[in-house]
């Protein structure tokens, strides 16, 4: 076990609305950084924070946007969710200093019908 | 293109077979890279990083970096029906503010008893 946790495992959703999903870091680590995993895919960068500031994103639009706490949890949120934002998504924790041994957690599997 | 290509399988081997797996990429600023193993319906799980080109070895995994050829390699010696996973390589330039991990897709790998 990582010591990565997320919750929920599983959402189902309908277009249009709003997700919040959580994720408690491996303690120590002052970096998480969030991932979406299509169906058959790797893992895709949404953004990375450190020391709760955002330190990086990918090509994901502002309706995606994330927050991380001083006690070691984070969320992602997605605002007006389409049907492709279905997919698994991924938090990982790591010090910034040591980003090649990042550590996942389970994931949160959303459906967007 | 893709910055990391990596064949998606699926591989079928017998077991106890050795198996080879490969990501090429193009982006000459990655310094680290990883394998990670991923299980049905679970998150990524580090198996090995390594850093800049050379081989590295832990257990019946060995990881082969190629700078030169922009191709690296992931060994599974004495394969098990354990090791029935996807294997997702992944690389990065290092630390920085703006250093984001970029996956390849994943190779489906099944291990025939």
């Known amino acids: 076990e990582t010591g990565v946790t997320q919750s929920p495992t599983h959402l189902i959703k309908t277009r249009g609305q709003q997700v919040t999903l959580r994720c408690s870091s491996q303690?120590?680590?002052?970096?998480v950084s969030w991932y979406q995993q299509a169906l058959g895919q790797g893992p895709q960068f949404i953004f990375q924070?450190?020391?709760?500031?955002?330190?990086g994103r990918g090509n994901f639009p502002p309706r995606f946007s994330g927050l991380q706490f001083p006690n070691y949890s984070s969320e992602l949120n997605v605002n007006a969710l389409e049907l492709d934002d279905s997919a698994l998504y991924l938090c990982?924790?790591?010090?910034?200093?040591?980003?090649?041994?990042?550590?996942f957690g389970p994931g949160t599997r959303l459906l967007v019908l | 293109q893709k910055e990391v290509e990596q064949d998606p399988g699926p591989l079928s081997v017998p077991e106890g077979a050795i198996v080879s797996l490969n990501c090429t990429y193009s982006?000459?600023?990655?310094?680290?890279f990883m394998w990670y193993r991923q299980y049905s319906r679970k998150g990524p799980e580090l198996l090995m990083y390594?850093?800049?080109?050379g081989n590295k070895e832990d257990g019946r995994f060995t990881a082969q970096v190629d700078k030169s050829s922009k191709y690296i390699s992931l060994f599974i010696r004495d394969s098990q029906p354990s090791d029935s996973a996807t294997y997702l390589c992944?690389?990065?330039?290092?630390?920085?503010?703006?250093?984001?991990?970029?996956f390849g897709s994943g190779t489906r790998l099944s291990i025939r008893p």
């Open positions: 990982a924790s790591s010090l910034l200093e040591y980003q090649e041994t990042q550590y």
């Open positions: 303690s120590g680590h002052n970096t």
């Open positions: 924070y450190y020391r709760e500031e955002e330190n």
């Open positions: 982006n000459s600023a990655f310094q680290y």
């Open positions: 390594t850093y800049s080109s």
């Open positions: 992944a690389m990065t330039p290092g630390y920085s503010s703006a250093s984001k991990i970029i």
